[in-house]
């Protein structure tokens, strides 16, 4: 059989790579007559040398950047300009690709804020697919947003602020607005271009979800039941699984803690990568889990400088300069401070029995995998949606605070904003008690599912299986037309 190239180009930044990285191993370890090279876009200012592959039917290439003249973008489209300024890179190696007679290039793969690439695609008539990183659900949320502006002319913007509730097929329940990406609501572009990425989406010749059918049936179906959304192939969960935090002096003292706490009694708290709050939040959250008694893991971090480039969290130098007086003192037995977490090593110990989560859809997926219910607490981007998937549609986690949103533009802590040390205290009771035996069990079934899917008879790597001979079917009927 003839060897069939898919080109992946991913969104600059380490998560996006990450999966993007793992579906690409999937392909090329399970399918043999795939291979695939993904294009890497840097972020502005990153040096960090890009990955290396040892398989030679996985390949990675740097994108070169060709900067555009003219005034700079204005800051929400700065990302957006970005992209266009690998559009001609792009162009070169697709082109090389078309003439190889070493090769036969299958599709180009665009990542959910690339779809400007489905350009590239089109000018040399090579069918495009989406790999969507995050849930099933948000992405019909981004198809009924996209429909409503371009199709029944609604000016969505309105919704800002509004306690409006809207009926979206691919959630059971009406969304409140509330609990929607602020982006959507951005006047002005920033939220038009988000809202368009789903109209570009419809031209794509199939979607591939990090998802699985079991976890968000009602979603898929609700997708694959409209003809105006190209068919979706969930092949998920996509983890890195490799365990090497044994590698780490810092990893190791948080294990070693962990081995000495008693079954699922570790309440874990983990943010992300750019999770981190003010002062008063921070005294409130330690207020409340003094209060509980329970056993705690508390990834705590602070805001970069507002001077540097970048979102992404610190380390504090001294964490009692935040905490209340004699806190650490006072919960040395019980709990333990700490600043950047395994999170991964952390939720698969058995200690652990609830995750205190931003609900990034990552870190979703990741406990699920390990079976370990969340109580959600959202701070930017889709994780209020998710959140709301969680509890309402799901009703596999409890809530903190469904609709909190970080305000990372302000310099001082608005502490209108602050979540109470009693909603706090008693989200936590509600994911430690024992007796709420149905987000368990949710949880536990789910956990099993999750391991079942990407099984060699489960239901993604069926998925994935279907999505390829689609890819496969397009080429060898476009090859006999010729
Ligand atoms: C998941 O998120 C974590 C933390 O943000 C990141 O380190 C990791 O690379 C992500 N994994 C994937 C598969 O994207
Ligand atoms: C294959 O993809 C190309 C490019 O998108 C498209 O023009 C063509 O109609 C597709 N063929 C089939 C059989 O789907």
Redesign the pocket.
Same mark, same amino acid.
């Given at each position: 059989m003839e060897k069939l190239e898919l080109v992946f180009i991913p969104a600059p930044g380490?998560?996006?790579?990450? #999966?993007t990285i !793992?579906v690409a191993k999937l392909i090329a370890n399970l399918h043999r007559h795939f291979s695939v090279t993904i294009l890497v876009i840097r972020p502005p200012g990153d040096v960090k040398p890009i990955p290396e592959s040892s398989d030679p039917r996985l390949k990675f290439l740097e994108l070169e950047r060709e900067e555009s003249s003219g005034p700079p973008a204005p800051p929400h489209l700065a990302f957006f300009r970005l992209i266009e300024e690998h559009k001609p890179h792009v162009r070169k190696i697709v082109g090389e690709m078309k003439g190889s007679s070493e090769i036969r290039l299958a599709g180009i793969v665009v990542d959910m804020f690339l779809t400007s690439m489905i350009d590239v695609a089109n000018e040399f008539g090579v069918p495009s697919y989406l790999f969507y990183?995050s849930g099933a659900a948000f992405l019909g949320l981004m198809f009924h947003m996209q429909k409503l502006r371009d199709e029944l002319n609604v000016d969505v913007t309105e919704f800002e602020d509004s306690d409006a509730e809207i009926v979206v097929g691919s959630y059971m329940n009406p969304v409140p607005t509330k609990v929607m990406p602020r982006a959507f609501f951005e006047k002005g572009g920033g939220g038009d271009h988000f809202i368009s990425l789903a109209g570009r989406y419809r031209e794509t010749k199939g979607i591939m979800i990090n998802t699985f059918q079991e976890l968000e049936s009602h979603a898929i179906q609700a997708l694959n039941n409209d003809e105006k959304i190209p068919p979706v192939y969930p092949i998920g969960p996509?983890?890195?699984l490799e365990n090497n935090h044994n590698q780490n002096l810092e990893c190791e003292i948080i294990m070693k803690w962990l081995d000495l706490q008693p079954d699922s009694s570790v309440i874990f708290l983990c943010f992300? #990568?750019q999770g981190t709050f003010g002062k008063e939040q921070v005294k409130q959250i330690a207020l409340a889990l003094e209060k509980s008694g329970f056993r705690f893991l508390w990834s705590l971090r602070k805001p970069p400088p507002k001077d540097k480039l970048g979102f992404f969290a610190e380390e504090f130098e001294n964490l009692e300069e935040v905490l209340p007086e004699g806190f650490l003192q006072r919960n040395a037995k019980v709990g333990k401070v700490i600043g950047w977490a395994p999170?991964v090593a952390v939720l698969s110990h058995p200690a652990v029995g609830g995750f205190v989560s931003h609900c990034?859809w990552? #870190?979703t997926l !990741?406990s699920t995998w390990h079976g370990v219910p969340m109580a959600v607490w959202p701070l930017y981007a889709e994780q209020q949606a998710n959140s709301f998937l969680l509890v309402k549609d799901l009703e596999m986690a409890v809530e903190i605070k469904m609709d909190y949103v970080i305000d990372y533009g302000s310099e001082k802590e608005d502490l209108n904003k602050v979540v109470s040390a009693d909603l706090i205290e008693n989200g936590i009771r509600k994911l430690m008690d024992s007796n709420n035996v149905g987000i368990r069990k949710k949880v536990k079934e789910m956990q099993e599912k999750s391991r079942l899917a990407i099984g060699e008879d489960g239901s993604s790597s069926a998925s994935l299986k279907c999505f390829l001979k689609s890819v496969e079917d397009n080429i060898s009927s476009s090859s006999s037309t010729l």
């Open positions: 380490v998560g996006h790579i990450t #999966s !793992e990183t996509l983890m890195k992300g #990568s999170q990034g990552n #870190s !990741e």
